[in-house]
């Protein structure tokens, strides 16, 4: 038999909230037996910018085939990525 969830404290401030989460347990104070999964399908993936050093001539025919498929080419080096990480996994 589960013990009911402690009352979550009201925070003054975000900055409370996260010193109070860093050092209490979640578990005491949710019920996550009763926790349903959720979607956001309209959040946007957060990018870091980087900066990626390569022969000219592997740049080249990288721009030729963005070029043939009417693409970024920085687009097109986004997506060989995600599908060689697919095949890796």
Do not use: C
């Amino acid at each position: 038999m589960s013990k009911s969830p402690k009352p979550i404290p009201k925070f003054r401030s975000e900055a409370a909230e996260r010193k109070f989460w860093e050092t209490h347990d979640s578990a005491d104070y949710v019920d996550w037996s009763k926790a349903q999964r959720v979607r956001f399908p309209n959040l946007k993936l957060s990018t870091t910018t980087i900066s990626l050093r390569m022969p000219q001539g592997t740049l080249d025919r990288i721009k030729v085939a963005a070029n043939r498929r009417d693409v970024p080419y920085q687009s097109l080096i986004k997506v060989w990525l995600e599908e060689k990480l697919k095949e890796e996994a």
